[in-house]
């Protein structure tokens, strides 16, 4: 097991990190082609469900894999060195399940959801980044439930997925705006995905736009209602869930770049390259070390639901961006020229690794959300 799923009680004899490694290297040769294309594998995920890996995370007792909040973060580093877009966009899945663990392991039922990933494999979409406190769309009250029309991007995986886990601004409720939190079958009448995603880096992860056009949401999906525009203790849960698993996806791209690039000046002994070595890998190590922080303070998903939790958590997230994308630009650095390459990884990976700038809370938004914090005011004004 390696130090990082070793933090975390293991509840079944699958070696996760293993399974991923064996995985990743059938998904790699197709990775560059995928990225020319910008399309997502979809046979990719048929793959990662057949082996169980959507449903590693969900408990045993559930029908799941029982793989650790640190686990899931081995499995994504692992294809995160092989496939980064596809290591991304299970992230987005495997994120919405381990806030699901954090429920079930603090007393509330999480058994629907868990059924949906492991009895049906359901692949869980999110659009929970781009809606923020505030929302998006519009929500009307109707018999049973609501009708919602909302445009969602970006969607990461959304061809390739079952259930869209969203939220909808309703401003006409009677107790002023709120948000809806529900989920939607992508099988639903007025369910469409526009193709909009053609960005520099992450290219086949097929984050495209999910439009609802007059959809029908019964009263059974809405999994919870609260103030529009108001900070909800339901983020803290979510940022603590998902941004360890969402960073170990690009910390594996950024193994693959150090390795890479010792390959490629090994046989070389100029000064300079040892000491971009040397700075790339201080940058790694500073990565990896705080990314594995991150799961130590999850406490494999029973974190306590706190603004302070949530802050640090996105503090660490904030460094270890600096630290990857530091990282690959050395690895790019020191391979010379030959790496600037379009036919070359590292620069597939230097525009990848440039996705985790965008995962909540960009530099920006953390430090006035910390800052806030530390004051003891609510995380956004």
Not at 69 to 91: K, Y
Not at 175 to 180: D, F, H, I, Y
Not at 217 to 232: C, E, F, I, K
Not at 366 to 376: D, I, M, N, P, S
């Amino acid at each position: 097991m390696t130090a990082l799923a070793s933090r975390a009680a293991t509840t079944t004899e699958t070696d996760w990190a293993a399974l991923a490694r064996e995985l990743g290297a059938g998904l790699k040769p197709e990775a560059a082609e995928r990225d020319r294309a910008g399309e997502i594998s979809a046979e990719a995920f048929e793959t990662l469900r057949a082996a169980g890996i959507t449903g590693a995370l969900v408990p045993p007792e559930f029908g799941g894999g029982g793989a650790s909040h640190a686990e899931m973060g081995e499995i994504l580093r692992a294809l995160g060195r092989c496939d980064p877009a596809t290591a991304v966009t299970l992230s987005m899945h495997a994120h919405l399940v381990a806030t699901q663990v954090w429920r079930h392991r603090h007393g509330m039922d999480a058994a629907a959801v868990f059924q949906k990933v492991v009895r049906d494999r359901a692949i869980l979409i999110s659009t929970g980044a781009s809606d923020w406190v505030g929302s998006s769309g519009s929500a009307r009250r109707v018999d049973g439930g609501f009708r919602v029309s909302a445009r969602k991007a970006p969607a990461s995986g959304c061809e390739v997925g079952h259930l869209l886990v969203t939220s909808v601004r309703r401003d006409d409720a009677p107790e002023g705006p709120t948000v809806l939190h529900c989920s939607v079958p992508f099988s639903a009448d007025g369910v469409r995905i526009e193709k909009t995603w053609d960005t520099l880096g992450l290219r086949a992860t097929g984050s495209h736009t999910v439009v609802l056009d007059d959809v029908f949401v019964p009263d059974a999906a809405v999994s919870l209602t609260r103030p529009a525009d108001q900070w909800h203790p339901i983020w803290n849960v979510i940022l603590g869930s998902a941004m360890p698993l969402i960073m170990s996806a690009y910390l594996g791209m950024a193994d693959e770049a150090v390795e890479l690039a010792r390959a490629a000046v090994s046989k070389r002994s100029e000064p300079p390259v040892f000491q971009l070595l040397g700075e790339m890998l201080n940058a790694h190590t500073t990565a990896a070390d705080v990314v594995a922080a991150m799961f130590h303070d999850s406490d494999d998903l029973r974190f306590p639901n706190t603004d302070e939790h949530a802050s640090r958590t996105l503090s660490r997230k904030t460094v270890a961006t600096e630290a990857l994308i530091d990282t690959v630009r050395l690895a790019l650095e020191v391979t010379g020229g030959a790496g600037y390459m379009r036919s070359s990884a590292i620069e597939r990976l230097y525009r990848d690794v440039h996705g985790c700038l965008f995962h909540p809370l960009p530099r920006a938004k953390q430090t006035q959300f910390t800052g806030r914090v530390a004051l003891g005011l609510s995380p956004v004004a």
